[in-house]
């Protein structure tokens, strides 16, 4: 394992790290990459299985993504799973500006009293579908939603006037569960536009997979900027996963994932992502192509995965020690949150619960930090006056 000097988190001094899964609830799973087996379609069914099973296995997250391609939408996915979860947070994403603010943070307020302060928000600041705003415009209005969700939390009146919104309002119907700041807000981006939004305003940065270095001076990027807003993050990393007894078994099952695909399918399906022309998905595009003619771009880290898929576009492959030592290299680094996911998702979950998810310690942030009360909070929804 590879010791390097930890860079400067929130969480710099926790021992463990927040292990998610993933809720392929955006057409996001099957079992060879680029075909459609009607058996792993994201319907309500498959989809509900898999994160009852995370909360079962012990992952104390899950991300349920947003994309407008065919599946299931994020927010009315996430109301209708909340009641059938005991343990596990809901990492919901929200793209902003997609729903008007107040009403988004009614919204959060009811999902975070359901799930009784389990709620984690992923924000997101892609293009509204069929809309097209420039990468500074698309910053500068999630910018906006995020002060206005925080003045909902924290304040008694949203008082907000900006490029996109200007609101006069009181904040007694839009209170949520946990009263310490409200959710705790994820966030992934790459241009300096949302490296600035980021440092400002979120909690835990996410990054796709990169080499190792590449990783280390993104997150050195970012604790350097938010320490100018006077702030410490925490980071992520958002990243396929592949285990199996033996080195050799997670190389051929990894193998056999692309061996139905054909490339220019592969194309069409990175494109037709909303995100699919970002930097981060170029990235993504370059760290491929830097990548040995095996698919792997160093020990472990094979980009294989993203021939067939926009965002996210590599995988750790190896058996559960090699995996291991890679995520605890991972955490010396300063990374505090993994969201793992694989093809298909809930034969994977499996696999990494039963031989690497033992040897790890897990904890929640939101826990972590305090933002879940104890007992009823005095909001509206929890024991407080009705107005």
């Known amino acids: 394992m590879i010791v390097s000097k930890i860079i400067p988190s929130k969480a710099s001094e926790l021992f463990g790290a927040e292990i998610s899964w993933f809720a392929p609830i955006c057409d996001g799973d099957d079992d060879f990459l680029g075909t459609r087996n009607e058996q792993y379609k994201s319907n309500w069914k498959n989809t509900a299985e898999i994160v009852r099973k995370a909360d079962v296995l012990g992952y104390r997250n899950i991300l349920c993504p947003s994309s407008y391609q065919v599946g299931q939408d994020t927010l009315t996915f996430a109301a209708a799973i909340a009641p059938q979860i005991k343990k596990i947070n809901l990492l919901t994403a929200i793209r902003c500006g997609e729903i008007h603010p107040p009403m988004l943070a009614r ?17 997101i600041s892609s293009n509204l579908p069929g809309t097209e705003l420039d990468s500074v415009a698309r910053y500068q209005r999630s910018r906006e939603v995020i002060a206005i969700l925080k003045q909902a939390w924290n304040q008694d009146f949203i008082d907000f006037h900006g490029d996109f919104y200007d609101l006069y309002l009181p904040t007694a119907p839009v209170k949520p569960y946990q009263q310490k700041g409200g959710p705790m807000l994820y966030f992934g981006g790459y241009s300096p536009a949302g490296i600035a939004l980021c440092a400002e305003h979120c909690d835990v940065y996410l990054m796709w ?148 998810l033992p040897h790890l310690k897990t904890i929640s942030l939101p826990k972590i930090y305090g933002r879940i009360p104890t007992t009823l909070p005095d909001t509206p929804l929890g024991k407080g006056t009705r107005f």
């Open 107 to 123: 919204t959060i307020a009811t999902l975070d009293h359901m799930l009784q302060g389990r709620l984690t928000l992923n924000i």
């Open 209 to 356: 997979p990169e080499t190792r270095e590449i990783l280390k001076a993104q997150m050195e990027t970012l604790s350097a900027k938010a320490a100018t807003y006077h702030r410490t993050l925490d980071f992520g990393l958002r990243v396929h996963v592949i285990v199996r007894e033996t080195e050799e078994e997670a190389r051929r099952y990894a193998d056999q994932l692309i061996s139905k695909l054909d490339v220019q399918k592969g194309t069409e399906i990175r494109e037709r992502a909303q995100d699919a022309k970002s930097l981060g998905v170029y990235r993504q595009s370059q760290m491929r192509a830097a990548a040995r003619s095996d698919h792997f771009v160093e020990p472990h880290l094979w980009t294989g995965i993203g021939l067939a898929r926009s965002g996210c576009g590599a995988a750790l492959v190896g058996n559960p020690q090699q995996i291991l030592d890679k995520i605890k290299d991972y955490m010396n680094m300063g990374i505090r949150s993994f969201i793992f996911s694989g093809y298909p998702h809930h034969q994977e979950a499996q696999y990494f619960a039963k031989w690497v």
